[in-house]
């Protein structure tokens, strides 16, 4: 029986949507990965229609921008889990796994001595920062962190990702924003600071299904946790600067897990 495994339009989703295909397949079941548009409701539209029958969520896009829960005033990883699990279970929509890691919204610095958004905020008047332009006015971001740790820049840039990249290996800028999994994140030996005032929402990846095939959900439990962010971003690293195509990068991940 075929299951159609949705991804979001980027590579790491790509991976994930075939390490979930790779894993059924071994149980016998066929699969069928097919990525959406760019929009963040695409994919939960196309599992609400039946057009797929599962995908890859992060739980603050979920609670932010698909359930559209009220903002907690500080956010908690385990409390967000739980709200999104029954948010989607009023729309009969199972979390059928939770694969370990996050894709947080992070500061990322070359500077030594910095651990954290409040070493950061200490210093951060006499620095230059670099984020892509709606990360400026989203809730979720620079006005976030001005109203928890008073963060405020001598200068703000916006540029997009690879344009960021860029600018803090010539030290054009001294602060960037960098997603938690990025493969960019080592290859340019960035340091991510802690969000130790748990201003920001965390985005851990969860498997959500509709409908499935028999024993398809038991099946994918053995990806419960396997995933760290450390793992997810060598993954990454595998696709974006190795050139390895997705399907070869799950063959080798389910591998080292002795699947």
């Known amino acids: 029986m075929k299951v159609v495994v949705g991804a979001k339009p980027f590579n790491e989703q790509r ?3 075939h390490i979930i295909g790779k894993l059924l397949e071994r149980e016998g079941f066929e699969y069928e990965v097919r990525v959406s548009e760019p929009r963040l409701e695409a994919n939960l539209e196309a599992l609400e229609r039946g057009e797929i029958n599962l995908y890859v969520e992060y739980t603050g896009t979920a609670y932010n921008a698909l359930l559209k829960l009220p903002p907690m005033e500080t956010w908690d990883e385990e409390r967000v889990f739980e709200a999104v699990r029954e948010g989607f279970k009023g729309k009969g929509i199972e979390v059928v796994a939770r694969l370990g890691f996050r894709n947080d919204f992070a500061l990322a610095v070359k500077r030594e001595g910095l651990r954290t958004i409040s070493d950061l905020a200490g210093i951060s008047k006499s620095l230059t920062f670099a984020c892509p332009a ?21 200068e703000i840039k916006p540029l997009m990702p690879p344009e960021m990249y860029e600018a803090i290996s010539k030290g054009e800028v001294d602060v960037i924003t960098a997603f938690t999994t990025d493969a960019r994140v080592d290859a340019f030996k960035l340091a991510l600071l802690e969000d130790d005032k748990k201003a920001l929402p965390p985005y851990e990846a969860i498997v959500i299904a509709g409908e499935l095939p028999e024993g398809a959900a038991k099946v994918l439990k053995a990806l419960e946790g396997k995933i760290s962010t450390e793992t997810m971003r060598r993954l990454n690293h595998m696709l974006d600067f190795e050139g390895k195509r997705e399907e070869e990068i799950a063959e080798e991940f389910l591998a080292s897990l002795g699947i």
Do not use: C, K, Q
């Not at 709606?134 to 001598?154: S, T």
């Open 134 to 154: 709606p990360y400026i006015e989203r809730p979720d971001g620079l006005p976030r962190l001005r109203e928890v740790y008073g963060l405020e820049f001598r």
């Open 15 to 17: 991976i994930l949507a």
